[in-house]
């Protein structure tokens, strides 16, 4: 009886070795100070991660897994996108884990807004002269004198 009591207490402390991490001794990897700066200093630097700031300065991100990106916005300026490379060293018993950004420190070149675009005008329609408007006006009316013969003569309407 003895033995089926030390061999179940045995198996149930296997077993719960199964479960059992190196990884739970791990601390959490400390936050990555990423340095942000701009030309002209100033603009917004938001981090696809989250947090932000306006240059320059220093933002406090966890360790980025994957690659990730910052947007620099500024009034009067057009907003940059900087892609910014992870790279992950793995650690082993002698030596930790290490992680490096490129670039570092992350930094944009703001370019100046072009005016904002005029609205489209209406094409302007010139006015057709009043001679070719009207060819009735090229005949003589009995209402009205005949020219005298200092002016000169209107111009005949073409024939069709």
């Known amino acids: ?8 207490a045995a198996g149930l402390s296997l077993a719960g070795c199964s479960s059992f991490s190196l990884d739970s001794f ?4 400390p936050p990555m100070p990423v340095q942000l700066e701009s030309n002209p200093p100033g603009a917004d630097a938001v981090t696809s991660l989250g947090p932000g700031c306006k240059t320059p300065c220093t933002v406090s991100i966890p360790a980025p897994e994957t690659n990730f990106s910052v947007t620099f916005n500024m009034p009067k300026f057009q907003p940059t996108t900087v892609p910014v490379t992870v790279t992950r060293v793995p650690g082993d018993f002698t030596t930790p884990a290490t992680t490096t950004l490129d670039p570092s420190p992350v930094f944009a070149e703001l370019q100046p807004a072009g005016p904002p675009p005029r609205a489209a005008k209406k094409p302007i329609r010139k006015r057709k002269p009043a001679a070719a408007a009207a060819p009735a006006a090229a005949a003589p009316d009995a209402a009205f004198p005949a020219p005298s013969a200092a002016a000169p003569a209107p111009a005949a309407a073409p024939s069709r």
């Open 26 to 29: 791990k601390s959490a990897p």
């Open 1 to 8: 009886m003895r033995r089926i009591i030390v061999i179940a």
